[in-house]
């Protein structure tokens, strides 16, 4: 398996993690925002996308009477399962873009949605 390390502190992460949340990963140890790169993501995508056409054709050949809905059912499955797993087995990762940090005024939080709409005024 391959292993992803921090590019910054070297420390591990660990495969689910890094799959589970390929757009933002925080380093565990010095907190640096990572991503999976995405030549991963399109290896994994192609990879579960293989796997469903693969199993549409193996499945396709029984000929039943759910025959015509069973393939693709299968198929995605396949997909579904395959490309996470492909992500987890191939995924770099680098350091992602960054933040925009500077954002104007009134940040829009889901914290101080409720609270400043409605709660706010009455009293
Ligand atoms: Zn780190």
Redesign the pocket.
């Known amino acids: 398996m391959a292993v992803r390390v921090?590019p910054?502190?070297k420390?591990e992460i660990s495969a689910p993690e890094a799959a589970a949340r390929s757009n933002d990963i925080e380093?565990p140890?010095?907190g640096?925002r990572l991503e999976v790169a995405p030549g991963s993501r399109t290896i994994s995508t192609l990879a579960g996308l293989v796997a469903g056409a693969i199993v549409w054709r193996l499945s396709a050949g029984s000929t039943s009477d759910l025959g015509g809905v069973l393939p693709t059912l299968y198929a995605f499955l396949a997909f579904g399962i395959v490309s996470p797993l492909a992500l987890m087995f191939t995924a770099n990762l680098r350091n992602a873009p960054a933040v925009p940090v500077a954002e104007p005024a009134h940040a829009p939080s889901p914290a101080g949605h409720g609270a400043g709409g409605h709660g706010g005024g009455h009293h």
């Open positions: 921090c910054h502190c420390a380093c140890k010095c640096t």
